[in-house]
Nanobody, 123 residues
Framework: QVQLVEFGGGLVQAGGSLRLSCAAS????????MGWFRQAPRKEREFVAA????????YYADSVKGRFTISRDNAKNTVYLQMNSLKPEDTAVYYC????????????????WGQGTQVTVSS
């Protein structure tokens, strides 16, 4: 079992920045893919970014490429999502997720999920 807890959501103006954190516990993460997803009201949950814990390789959705950066801190067992140049359409609940295997965008292929943190971007 992997337990995930997200931190760092909030209200920010368009053009601003936020950093989300996801603290993981329960397993060694060296074999895991850590992903960030988001779900806006009345929309399906969508992939945002992912990182392979061991190699640090990353992958982004086109909608956030160049604005968001995913990273991890081995010592703290924490994954981060740095979000810059935020837009109102980035407003959503952001979730951290984990799976073993390859980086995929498919929500249902991730086995472990955090409770989510709200990000609201005002125009």
């Amino acid at each position: 079992q992997v337990q995930l807890v997200e931190f760092g959501g909030g209200l920010v103006q368009a053009g601003g920045s936020l950093r989300l954190s996801c603290a993981a516990s329960g397993r060694t993460l060296s074999n895991y893919i850590m992903g960030w997803f988001r779900q806006a009201p009345r929309k399906e949950r969508e992939f945002v970014a992912a990182i392979r814990w061991s190699a640090g390789s990353t992958y982004y959705a086109d909608s956030v490429k160049g604005r968001f950066t995913i990273s991890r801190d081995n010592a703290k067992n924490t994954v981060y999502l740095q979000m810059n140049s935020l837009k109102p359409e980035d407003t959503a609940v952001y979730y951290c997720a984990a799976r073993v295997g390859s980086i995929v965008e498919i929500t249902t292929w991730y086995d472990y999920w955090g409770q989510g943190t709200q990000v609201t971007v005002s125009s």
